[in-house]
């Protein structure tokens, strides 16, 4: 019976260090290092980021020739409009981020963001090879569509600000620190992040810079949307093989600091002696003083 025993638990011990702590699959159920997360995922995950990048500077690095090429603007103009588009992108992944930590969570922010990446990418592709962009009124015709056009391109910087802060820490999130193998395999997993997100940099700037100049517009959008199309069904296939995050108690820290722009909001025209009057009765200021 003590060899019985014995052998039982020598199989059931690593049943239980092969579980993830902290970490559910797609069903719910407790990760088993076994059969998800690690390598097996993280590779879909570089996948999808490698087809972001090159769709985002598929856009952005040519972005200035569009708008002074088929939409006809005046180079300040241009200037200024690529300017506030590149900084209001670089401002929203802090918008994906509370939405994501707060709400979705990251591996329904990274779909959806997918989706309006898409979108976005279909229209603008659309848009780029109507007859009426290059037709002989073209002037008359920007001054109607430019609108519609650049509120297309604010949907994609809506759409990276949705991918940018999760797709990272979502293929951070497949690997167990507790781990000394993947604590090893986590950190050549962020080699591998930077390696792919700048090759597909590089690639994106060596050919559809290329395309977008000689070839046409609507091929130049088009390839970055079919790239997302492509990204978005590899990236559900490994859904089955993802480890996900179990949300704890505390609170965002975008939702604190809200708060704090809220309290100082409603006291912007307080006195000083009606905030003293406050911590008095909370019993806030006796305990300041001591």
Same mark, same amino acid.
């Given at each position: 019976?003590?060899?019985?025993?014995?052998?039982?638990?020598?199989?059931?011990?690593?049943?239980?260090?092969?579980?993830?702590?902290?970490?559910?699959?797609?069903?719910?159920?407790?990760?088993?290092?076994?059969?998800?997360?690690?390598?097996?995922?993280?590779?879909?995950?570089?996948?999808?980021?490698?087809?972001?990048?090159?769709?985002?500077?598929?856009?952005?690095?040519?972005?200035?020739?569009?708008?002074?090429?088929?939409?006809?603007? !005046?180079?300040?103009?241009?200037?200024?409009?690529?300017?506030?588009? !590149?900084?209001?992108?670089?401002?929203?992944?802090?918008?994906?981020?509370?939405?994501? %930590?707060?709400?979705?969570?990251?591996?329904?922010?990274?779909?959806?963001?997918?989706?309006?990446?898409?979108?976005?990418?279909?229209?603008?592709?659309?848009?780029?090879?109507?007859?009426?962009?290059?037709?002989? %009124? &073209?002037?008359?015709?920007?001054?109607?569509?430019? &609108?519609?056009?650049?509120?297309?391109?604010?949907?994609?910087?809506?759409?990276?600000?949705?991918?940018?802060? &999760?797709?990272?820490?979502?293929?951070?999130?497949?690997?167990?620190?507790?781990?000394?193998?993947? &604590? +090893?395999? +986590?950190?050549?997993?962020?080699?591998?992040?930077?390696?792919?997100?700048?090759?597909?940099?590089?690639?994106?700037?060596?050919?559809?810079?290329?395309?977008?100049?000689?070839?046409?517009?609507?091929?130049?959008?088009?390839?970055?949307?079919?790239?997302?199309?492509?990204?978005?069904?590899?990236?559900?296939?490994?859904?089955?093989?993802?480890?996900?995050?179990?949300?704890?108690?505390?609170?965002?820290?975008?939702?604190?600091?809200?708060?704090?722009?809220?309290?100082?909001?409603?006291?912007?025209?307080?006195?000083?002696?009606?905030?003293?009057?406050?911590?008095?009765?909370?019993?806030?200021?006796?305990?300041?003083?001591?």
């Amino acid at each position: 019976m003590a060899t019985s025993h014995h052998e039982t638990a020598g199989v059931q011990t690593p049943l239980l260090d092969d579980v993830v702590e902290g970490a559910v699959d797609y069903k719910g159920r407790p990760v088993h290092r076994s059969r998800s997360g690690g390598w097996r995922s993280a590779w879909f995950i570089i996948g999808v980021e490698v087809a972001e990048r090159f769709a985002y500077y598929g856009i952005s690095s040519n972005l200035i020739t569009f708008l002074t090429g088929p939409l006809g603007q !005046s180079t300040a103009t241009a200037a200024e409009n690529v300017n506030i588009w !590149s900084g209001t992108a670089s401002l929203l992944p802090l918008l994906g981020a509370f939405v994501a %930590d707060s709400f979705l969570g990251r591996y329904r922010t990274i779909v959806f963001a997918s989706l309006l990446y898409i979108l976005g990418l279909g229209l603008l592709t659309l848009s780029a090879v109507l007859p009426s962009l290059t037709g002989s %009124d &073209c002037q008359k015709i920007n001054q109607s569509t430019s &609108c519609v056009l650049l509120l297309l391109l604010y949907l994609v910087a809506v759409a990276q600000g949705g991918h940018k802060p &999760c797709v990272q820490a979502f293929g951070a999130d497949q690997f167990d620190v507790s781990d000394p193998e993947e &604590c +090893k395999a +986590k950190s050549s997993f962020f080699n591998w992040w930077y390696f792919s997100l700048c090759f597909g940099t590089t690639f994106t700037l060596l050919l559809l810079t290329y395309i977008q100049d000689n070839l046409s517009w609507g091929l130049g959008f088009g390839i970055p949307c079919v790239a997302m199309v492509l990204a978005l069904f590899i990236f559900l296939l490994g859904t089955r093989t993802y480890g996900y995050s179990i949300k704890g108690d505390e609170e965002s820290p975008f939702v604190r600091i809200g708060r704090v722009f809220v309290a100082a909001l409603r006291n912007w025209r307080t006195t000083p002696s009606a905030i003293t009057s406050e911590e008095e009765s909370r019993g806030t200021l006796s305990s300041r003083k001591f």
